[in-house]
T-cell receptor, first 114, second 114 residues
Framework: EAGVAQSPRYKIIEKRQSVAFWCNPISGHATLYWYQQILGQGPKLLIQFQNNGVVDDSQLPKDRFSAERLKGVDSTLKIQPAKLEDSAVYLC????????????FGQGTRLTVV | AQKVTQAQTEISVVEKEDVTLDCVYETRDTTYYLFWYKQPPSGELVFLIRRNSFDEQNEISGRYSWNFQKSTSSFNFTITASQVVDSAVYFCASSGGGADGLTFGKGTHLIIQP
C-alpha cells in the first residue's frame, strides 16, 4: 500500500514570496491533516479535512496560509506572503477517519525562508 | 483541549541498556486516545502504538512496551535492550474522542551509543 506522498521535499524562498505544497493521502483515507513542525518542536496541527470539508483550522494563520482539498483526495497548502518564521517542515498526514484513529505521515516538505 | 508533556528533552544510553521515555497528558475528555510516534533522522513520523482511554492494559511488542496509568495521567514507553537503530526522536501525542487531530509533545531525543 502506498504511503502519503508529498512534494516538493525541499523548498527555499525569499521572504514575501509565495509557496505551495502538495499532498496525496493514502487511498481511502477520509481525513487529511497538515502539520507544521518547527525545528526542535513537536508537530502543530494547522488544518484538518474530513473528505473535502474543513473540520479544524483554528491554528491556521489565515492571513497568509490557505489550504484546499478538492474532490476529497489531494490537498495543497499555500503560504503567501512567506515570513522568516514560516521556516519549518510541513507534514501531511491521513487517517481512515478522524477521532482517534492513527494518522500516517508523509516525509514532509522542508521550507527555508531567507 | 489536550496537552502533552514530555519532560525529557534528550536521553543518551549505551546499547543494550533499557530506557523509559515519559509522557504526561492533560485532558477534560472522558474518551481520548494516546499515541507514540518515532521520528528517525529521515524525518518521517512512524506510528508505534495507539491506546484508548478505556483500555489500561499494558502492551508489549517485541522490545517495546507501554505503561498506561490513568491515575497519574501517564503513558510511558520502555525500550528493552536498546539498539543503535532505536536512535530517534520519540513523540507522545493525544487526541479527543471527537474529530480531533493529534496534539503532540515536544519530543524526546533518544541517543543509543554503541
Amino acid at each position: 500500500e502506498a504511503g502519503v506522498a508529498q512534494s516538493p521535499r525541499y523548498k527555499i524562498i525569499e521572504k514575501r514570496q509565495s509557496v505551495a505544497f502538495w499532498c496525496n493521502p493514502i487511498s481511502g483515507h477520509a481525513t487529511l491533516y497538515w502539520y507544521q513542525q518547527i525545528l526542535g518542536q513537536g508537530p502543530k496541527l494547522l488544518i484538518q479535512f474530513q473528505n473535502n470539508g474543513v473540520v479544524d483550522d483554528s491554528q491556521l494563520p489565515k492571513d497568509r496560509f490557505s489550504a484546499e482539498r478538492l474532490k476529497g483526495v489531494d490537498s495543497t497548502l499555500k503560504i503567501q506572503p512567506a515570513k522568516l518564521e514560516d521556516s519549518a517542515v510541513y507534514l501531511c498526514a491521513s487517517s481512515f477517519q478522524g477521532g482517534g484513529t492513527e494518522a500516517f505521515f508523509g516525509q514532509g516538505t522542508r521550507l527555508t525562508v531567507v | 483541549a489536550q496537552k502533552v508533556t514530555q519532560a525529557q528533552t534528550e536521553i543518551s544510553v549505551v546499547e543494550k541498556e533499557d530506557v523509559t521515555l515519559d509522557c504526561v497528558y492533560e485532558t477534560r475528555d472522558t474518551t481520548y486516545y494516546l499515541f507514540w510516534y518515532k521520528q528517525p533522522p529521515s524525518g518521517e513520523l512512524v506510528f508505534l502504538i495507539r491506546r484508548n482511554s478505556f483500555d489500561e492494559q499494558n502492551e508489549i511488542s517485541g522490545r517495546y512496551s507501554w505503561n498506561f496509568q490513568k491515575s497519574t495521567s501517564s503513558f510511558n514507553f520502555t525500550i528493552t535492550a536498546s539498539q543503535v537503530v532505536d536512535s530517534a526522536v520519540y513523540f507522545c501525542a493525544s487526541s479527543g474522542g471527537g474529530a480531533d487531530g493529534l496534539t503532540f509533545g515536544k519530543g524526546t531525543h533518544l541517543i543509543i551509543q554503541p
